[in-house]
């Protein structure tokens, strides 16, 4: 069997890295299309973090159509926790200032589109980019 990630998975960009920006408001991506792959890995690349007082957090969405409604995720569709994703001054993220890191979340379930936001308690500056993994084709290899 070969050792071969390359060719059995593909990228999507879901935010270059950028500034949170408005408080509350945060950044999420495009609706990543599922069709095709049996699962999806979602990559959080989190900037230095200067702000002590600073908490991020992540919220993962599904839906049917890229113009529906999309649901929040339960915790049973998800590898790893939302929490855990995110970054800041609580036991279950990284305590105090961060420098330069990466979380993942994994969805597994079965809806077809899902997004990735997310949001910082502050007004912050903060570069963030998420990058969405898809992984087990149906098809191999994926094209590039």
Do not use: W
């Not at 390359?6 to 890295?17: E, F, L, M, P, T």
């Not at 950028?18 to 990559?43: C, H, N, R, S």
């Amino acid at each position: 069997m070969k050792r071969d990630l390359h060719n059995n998975i593909a990228v999507k960009r879901g935010i270059s890295a950028v500034a949170i920006g408005t408080t509350g408001t945060g950044k999420t991506t495009p609706a990543i299309d599922t069709a095709g792959y049996q699962a999806i890995e979602f990559l959080i690349n989190y900037g230095t973090v200067t702000a002590t007082n600073a908490v991020f957090t992540a919220l993962l969405t599904e839906g049917d159509t890229t113009g529906g409604s999309f649901t929040s995720v339960a915790d049973a569709d998800m590898l790893g926790l939302e929490a855990n994703v995110g970054l800041g001054a609580t036991a279950s993220r990284v305590s105090g200032v961060s420098k330069n890191c990466v979380k993942r979340l994994g969805y597994i379930g079965f809806k077809r589109y899902v997004k990735l936001k997310v949001s910082s308690t502050i007004t912050a500056g903060t570069p963030i980019g998420i990058d969405a993994i898809l992984g087990r084709p149906q098809n191999a290899p994926v094209a590039t």
